[in-house]
């Protein structure tokens, strides 16, 4: 299960069930065409885990208004509406509470209790959607895929789907090969309507699933859903829905965080669908390119994108140009192995001086006398816990839960290692330390005194002064580098990761005149944002229009 819900109950939780609001299942039919002025009856549309029916309720209510207006005229019968609809399951008790559902619904428009249940043994598969054999293509995809982590799925199972679907790549959500086999099913000239977490659309896990859409599909649609009450519980990680069909296409249109009520998404899919786009129109804009191999999709506007493919084809990598993107150590037992350094009885050269974000939120460190225990000789060995009698001691008698960790139990003989290795040359390097959430760029110079916590990023430099670099990463260009690719998070937040920071373009150091130098670096020092602006857009020599584009704070 993705950790981007709250106040749900667990075992639903658990299943990656998110119900989805009846105002935004409207919204998607409309965008893929699913509409009751069409005879619905001669196309077919999957959903492909229908949870509580909040889609397959409605699709059935036009379904069954299409059908009703065609029916006298075209002498219809219940039997034309056998192959309307494919839904699937695999939850037992949730396929058996919406299928009584259905039938009530059915009855309500006047079929038999019979005619009811014959119609929804005709609909609804109780199956693994990726497992279950379907022989057939649909005209519409819709739905909401279940959001659950590879961690809860069985290593026998998920190896069956790995076998099965080239998308399943690093540690994808369970709704990657969920698109990916939806797609597959797509007829000619099909379209499938989604609403899903968007970390696949930038994430390095998400890659094989973009190059696959990339070479055979096209984005026709993608709404932001950031900050919108589109389902039934609070979900932290932004959705975004996707209309995607079969086939090429330049444009892609774009719609940010509408208003969640009837009519206003009635409207905006009239607008989304309409043949031109206004010029004045700001509520629908079109892009080009925003799909593009395996490459993160842009979905800022043109000329930030133009903007950030300028910067991409001029300068090189942060990490070609002698920078290093890592991230701090993870223990697995944060109680046992962080402490206060005088609370801690072990030998002294056995603690590290530990920076954390709490240690940082005034842009400088502010220790709070944390160590990390480093259970490594320098060579990265495993130090021999007999040559360090306070430590044996301290581990051992804390040994049942230190034993517990998968790394752990991965390898018993290392049981006392923390998940990462500890480098203790790093602890004295000078580095930039970057928490992983943030609204705005907070990057804190550290003169090489600490070591980083797993929650803490950091940027080492042989080559770079790391104050300038430091009035680099705090500009609004590098902002825009961050926001473009990252995920961003409920309330604005971004994240800063590494996978993020590293596509970041540099000029080499050496090339850099001394008087950018200089004025880079005492930008950081005195931590104004107007100035590391400044000398950002000269370093990179932004022009007029493209310091606009990023604010202008360069003027």
């Known amino acids: 299960m993705s950790d981007n819900l709250t106040d749900f109950d667990k075992e639903t939780t658990s299943r990656g069930a998110i119900y989805t609001r009846s105002e935004i299942v409207n919204f998607i039919l409309d965008l893929i065409g699913y509409t009751e002025d069409k005879p619905l009856y001669k196309l ?4 492909p885990s ?7 309720s409605i699709i059935i209510k036009r ?5 009703k207006k065609f029916r006298d005229s075209n002498n219809l019968n219940i039997k034309n509406l056998f192959d309307a609809v494919c839904a699937v399951e695999i939850h037992d008790a949730t396929f058996n509470k919406t299928r009584f559902k259905l039938i009530e619904q059915l009855k309500n428009e006047n079929f038999s209790t019979e005619e009811a249940i014959e119609l929804v043994e005709h609909w609804l598969v109780k199956d693994d959607f990726l497992l279950t054999t379907m022989n057939q293509s649909f005209n519409f995809v819709v739905g909401n895929p279940p959001y659950v982590r590879q961690e809860l799925i069985k290593d026998s199972l998920i190896s069956k789907y790995r076998s099965l679907y080239k998308t399943i790549y690093d540690r994808a959500d369970l709704y990657i090969p969920f698109i990916e086999r939806s797609l597959s099913l797509l007829s000619d000239k099909g379209e499938l309507g989604f609403i899903c977490a968007d970390r696949w659309m930038k994430n390095k896990y998400g890659s094989p699933l973009r190059q696959f859409i990339s070479d055979n599909f096209h984005l026709k649609i993608y709404i932001d859903m950031t900050d919108t009450n589109s389902f039934h519980s609070n979900v932290i990680a932004y959705p975004a829905i996707t209309v995607i069909n079969r086939g090429s296409g ?5 719609s940010h965080q509408p208003q969640i009520s009837s009519n206003v998404l009635s409207n ?7 043949k031109n786009i206004p010029r004045d129109c700001s509520s629908v804009r079109e892009l080009a390119g925003v799909v593009n191999g395996y490459e993160p999709w842009i979905l800022e506007s043109q000329d930030q994108t133009n903007l950030i ?7 090189p990598l942060l990490e070609e140009v002698g920078c290093k993107v890592g991230i701090g150590v993870a223990t697995g037992a944060d109680k046992i192995f962080i402490g206060k350094h005088d609370e801690l009885d072990i030998e002294n050269d056995r603690k590290l001086p530990l920076a954390t974000t709490k240690n940082i939120i005034s842009g400088e460190m502010c220790w709070q006398n944390q160590v990390v225990i480093n259970p490594f000789e320098d060579s990265g060995e495993l130090v021999d816990l007999e040559k360090y009698p306070k430590l044996k001691k301290y581990l051992e008698d804390r040994k049942e839960i ?12 290392n049981w006392y290692r923390t998940i990462d290795r500890i480098t203790p040359s790093l602890l004295t390097q000078k580095k930039l330390l970057i928490p992983d959430i943030k609204g705005q760029a907070h990057i804190v110079y550290e003169d090489g005194n600490f070591y980083p916590h797993h929650n803490l990023y950091y940027v080492i430099s042989l080559e770079w002064d790391l104050h300038a670099l430091q009035a680099v990463l705090m500009s609004s260009l590098s902002r825009l580098f961050i926001s473009t690719y990252s995920t961003k998070m409920k309330g604005g937040f971004l994240r800063f990761q590494a996978q993020y920071l590293r596509r970041i373009r540099l000029p080499l150091w050496e090339t850099v005149s001394e008087t950018v130098r200089n004025d880079l670096i005492k930008a950081a020092q005195e931590r104004d944002l107007f100035m590391c602006n400044q000398a950002t857009f000269k370093l990179y020599q932004l022009s007029t229009e ?6 202008g704070d360069g003027n």
Do not use: M, V
């Not at 330049?250 to 774009?254: L, N």
């Open 44 to 47: 077919n549309i999957l959903e």
């Open 50 to 56: 229908f949870g509580n029916g909040d889609f397959l």
């Open 63 to 67: 379904l069954i208004c299409s059908w």
């Open 250 to 254: 330049k444009y892609t249109r774009i």
């Open 268 to 274: 905006l899919s009239r607008l989304i669908l309409s």
């Open 309 to 315: 493919r300028r910067i991409e084809k001029d300068f």
């Open 402 to 413: 230190i034993s517990a960790r998968h790394c752990a139990k991965k390898n018993p003989s």
């Open 546 to 551: 493209e310091q606009e584009i990023l604010g």
